[in-house]
């Protein structure tokens, strides 16, 4: 297995998943087989993961290896063992290895030192089977319980099947194993169902993998009214974006969102259609991430911490930096407190209004491109005009690392502010989801609200990441690639808008 520049723990990580592989996959064999697993390490942003490539080489006879030792310290059950190798083989003989080593998230505000890697990665897990559970369920059974409720002519223009993908999480190192102090900063490691060209889903319905669309995301882009930079990934351009963000909605915002909305209303969804509830919607409290689901108010008493925060750190920086960045940095905190006052009267009146009690469900939190997996038909030539409009067809949603049982309007404001490039496209898709979800929200009368709230709550999210950046209070968080500088200065365009 070639592991050159990979880190020493993914290195002996890398090497149990070798050795678990040959045992399943030479135990699987009338002879012995020799089993060669190839790694390719993916770029990203703070984990690593690596793409498997299991092969079989030419016959041998290995009689110095026991595949029941190979196995035995990763506790399977032949049920586990069979899960494995039939992900293998969808994958074409390719998984996906993630392995957790960071903790940086958009809830803990960018920080490495709240959250430990054991915790984000049981997150991220629960997201996947949440989201694949859901999609599933909401496609054999959530539009027939609106179609008998509303009648299928109305159903079909608002809410579509959805041909999303979610990976399945084949291997999972800290299943059954209690949280405690020692393990919480182990690096947990998964095995993931790898989709892509040749693999049984795109092969069954003659689709190719088609990665035009995230070549040609731009790397400067102007947003809400300033150009912003992006050197990492790029963003999607602004001819483009709201045919983008269209489909996103009909196929993975939509159905998953409503999956939990109609378990949350229907009392007879769940038992009619013997949907597991102990599995959908609940996986996250069962994987003990969070014991009550994330609100608008949650979000503005941790603004507020870190104001207070920031308020203490302050004087003591005084004489680390120049007169005119500490100048600087005390007419930001000013402006910063100011702004946080009045989310705290915003979440008041919210608070006020039953009509904005929206039920929780699964958010992804980052539904950009360079998430997805882009298809097309083989039969098509052109590959750009494929599907939907300007933007291919996506197949599979990855990366739920950002995932958190929550307001389905944090979701909705991430992809708004993050996805389009103006508050005319956001006011769009803001009021095509009001649009779309009513007929399941109307048997409570609930009210999804105006979009100009939660475009200030992520904006005062935007400066508290910032702010305490500049300060160097994230804790060891994602190392930002501006300068302090190029913070101040978008913290400025953060203040502007």
Avoid at 232 to 251: F, P, Q, W
Avoid at 298 to 324: E, G, R, T, W
Wanted: contains cysteine; negative net charge; aromatic residues 10%.
């Amino acid at each position: 297995m070639e592991t050159s520049h990979v880190s020493t723990f993914a290195s002996e990580i890398l090497e149990e998943i070798k050795t678990l592989l040959h045992g399943l996959i030479s135990g699987k064999k009338c002879r012995r087989r020799k089993v060669v697993v190839n790694a390719e390490e993916v770029p990203s942003a703070q984990q690593c993961v690596f793409i498997l490539t299991v092969e079989d080489s030419v016959e041998e006879i290995l009689d110095d290896i026991d595949e029941h030792c190979m196995i035995n310290n990763f506790n399977l059950d032949e049920q586990s063992k069979e899960v494995i190798l039939a992900g293998l083989g969808r994958g074409n003989g390719k998984l996906v290895v993630k392995i957790w080593k960071g903790s940086a998230r958009w809830w803990n505000l960018n920080s490495n030192s709240v959250d430990s890697p054991s915790k984000i990665a049981r997150l991220e897990v629960a997201g996947y089977k949440d989201a694949g559970l859901s999609i599933q369920r909401f496609n054999e059974y959530g539009l027939l319980s609106l179609e008998e409720k509303e009648g299928k002519h109305v159903v079909d223009e608002i809410l579509i099947k959805s041909p999303i993908i979610i990976p399945e999480i084949l291997f999972f190192s800290l299943d059954n194993v209690v949280p405690n102090q020692q393990n919480e900063f182990y690096h947990p490691w998964a095995l993931i169902e790898f989709i892509g060209n040749d693999t049984y889903y795109l092969t069954k319905n003659e689709w190719i993998q088609d990665n035009h669309f995230i070549r040609n995301m731009i790397k400067d882009r102007e947003e809400f009214g300033f150009v912003e930079p992006h050197p990492r990934h790029g963003r999607v351009s602004v001819e483009l974006c709201l045919d983008y963000a269209l489909h996103v909605l009909k196929v993975v915002i939509l159905p998953i969102h409503c999956a939990f909305f109609l378990r949350s209303f229907s009392n007879n969804f769940l038992k009619d259609k013997e949907m597991d509830t102990d599995n959908v919607c609940n996986t996250s409290r069962a994987q003990n991430i969070r014991s009550s689901p994330y609100r608008y108010h949650d979000m503005v008493s941790i603004y507020s911490k870190a104001l207070a925060q920031l308020k203490h750190k302050l004087p003591s920086i005084q004489n680390d930096i120049n007169s005119c960045a500490y100048v600087k940095l005390k007419s930001i905190l000013f402006n910063y407190e100011m702004c946080v006052k009045r989310l705290v009267s915003e979440s008041q009146s919210m608070e006020n209004n039953i009509k904005n009690d929206i039920p929780p469900v699964l958010c992804h939190m980052d539904l950009q491109p360079q998430n997805m997996i882009f298809i097309r038909k083989k039969i098509t030539i052109d590959s750009v005009n494929d599907f939907f409009g300007n933007v291919n067809s996506i197949a599979s949603v990855l990366d739920w690392e950002e995932a958190c049982y929550a307001d389905p309007r944090f979701d909705l404001i991430l992809f708004c502010r993050k996805v389009l490039a103006n508050r005319g496209q956001a006011d769009f898709i803001w009021d095509q989801y009001a649009k779309s979800i009513k007929s399941v929200l109307k048997v409570k009368q609930v009210l999804i609200g105006n979009i100009e709230p939660w475009l200030k709550l992520e904006c005062v999210h935007s400066l508290t990441t910032l702010v305490l950046q500049a300060m160097d209070l994230i804790g060891g968080g994602r190392n930002p690639w501006e300068k302090k500088i190029d913070l101040f200065a978008k913290i400025d365009r953060e203040f502007s808008r």
